[in-house]
């Protein structure tokens, strides 16, 4: 913040050209995560120094927050462990699906909750959604070759976290 207010100084025009920049790039695209607005503004701040011909404290700045950056990512500060993933299964119309996965879940699974039923395939096919947590050493090649097995071979899905699936 103090790299911009030392940029915008006094000048409204700067003021006002930082806030209609981002307010573009804000509302253009969606920000999921709340650490790429700080990559954002680090851009803009670097580009408006260069802009306004600042140029030893964009090169200043750049190295500090570059290297504060990849001091973060290298201790694994402020990262985001997905625990909960989402588990898509396609089963037969016919099969009663509620205890059918029971026993698989217990055995790699923490936690599972049926979020969505859906039947696919004019009905042929019902496809369930879960919210799942796996268990600490649990390979998710193991537990998906075991649902195969319950579920005749069809459609399985496993996605890591809400935001990468469509629901």
Do not use: C
């Amino acid at each position: 913040m103090a790299l911009i207010m030392l940029i915008i100084g006094s000048n409204i025009a700067r003021a006002f050209t930082l806030v209609g920049a981002l307010s573009i790039v804000r509302f253009r695209n969606a920000v999921k995560e709340t650490r790429d607005v700080g990559f954002i503004f680090f851009a803009m701040a670097i580009g408006m120094a260069v802009g306004t011909r600042f140029y030893m404290v964009a090169v200043v700045a750049a190295l500090l927050i570059s290297f504060f950056l990849w001091a973060m990512v290298k201790i694994n500060m402020f990262a985001k462990t997905v625990k909960e993933q989402i588990l898509r299964i396609r089963v037969p119309g016919d099969i009663p699906y509620e205890t059918l996965f029971d026993q698989v879940f217990s055995k790699y699974l923490l936690r599972a909750n049926l979020i969505a039923v859906e039947s696919v395939q004019a009905g042929t096919l019902t496809e369930l959604l879960y919210g799942i947590e796996f268990k600490r050493g649990v390979t998710p090649q193991d537990f998906l070759q075991e649902l195969r097995k319950l579920n005749d071979n069809n459609k399985i899905a496993l996605v890591r976290g809400y935001h990468e699936v469509d629901l």
